[in-house]
């Protein structure tokens, strides 16, 4: 990097034309498709950001996951992993009084950094996998252990060589409508997010997140920026935070050079529409 990048000011676009680049960008674009609108996930042991895992993450081998708390689909601690056999992990529970979980490798979801993440809740572990020894394979040849199986083997073809990498997402700190239900996530980590409006039109990331309202940063050559009062948050799906108010609106209403004043973030919050609010085509209401 610094052999051959380093510089006072930024070069022009033709340095960069060499042949092995134009075979990295051929190859990258090739992976990533919209690579030009967004930075891939890094799947590495990061604990930046919903559970979800990347098919082309790097896995954790299998033998790694030794003495790693495990969590249950609903978030309830059920112990470490004791042991690892071909088609199962052995869990242990307690010290004194001491449960055993023999978990089909096929319901481990993933390690997020910090604890094995699997796709069953705590009662369906209790119910089904707690035992005092070992089952035997057959047992775990139900029909839908299968149909799990053929799910995780099309999506992550290396799973049987390690366990998937997850994504944590956190974000804003908001009230879902729906249920009434406070979403407590921290603001510093939404930024750099993208935002989509209610018509999913996508207007930019967050540069900077304020008191009262976020800014959001749109374009390269052409910059705009929009002060939005976070009481116009609405949603927020792992990736994208989303604005209750569609693209026209963003543009009139928010677009400015400068910081807006407190009292005119009060009247653009006063603004905000309270009800009948349109949900993002392919949003999720809950995250």
Known sequence: MK????GEKGP??????????????TTVTKQYPDFEANIPTYAGTSRSAATTTTPDSVAMPWDKIIDRKVKSSDDHDMGKVESIAPSYI???????HKKRYFIPKYYVHGFDGENIRTSLTKDEIKDTYERNSPPTESEFQTQQYMEQKRKVDSTYPQFLHGIPFMAKESGVKLQTEQSGETLSIPWDEVIHKRVK??????????????????VVREGV?????????????????????????PSGLVSAKFERE?????????????DRPSSGQQQPKGSKAEP
């Not at 052999?3 to 380093?6: G, I, K, L, T």
């Not at 960069?16 to 990295?24: A, C, K, M, S, V």
């Not at 052995?90 to 004194?96: L, P």
């Not at 002060?227 to 994208?240: E, L, T």
């Open 3 to 6: 052999s051959r990048f380093e």
């Open 12 to 25: 022009p676009a033709s340095t960069f034309e060499t042949p092995d680049y134009q075979e990295r960008r």
């Open 90 to 96: 052995e869990v242990k529970e307690g010290a004194i």
């Open 197 to 214: 409006t209610t018509d999913n039109v996508d207007i930019g990331d967050i540069e900077l997140v304020g008191n009262e309202f976020i």
């Open 221 to 245: 050559a052409r910059v705009r920026h929009y002060y939005i009062p976070k009481s116009y948050i609405n949603n927020y799906d792992g990736s994208s935070v989303y604005v209750a108010a």
């Open 258 to 270: 400068t910081e807006p004043t407190p009292e005119e973030i009060k009247t653009l919050s006063e």
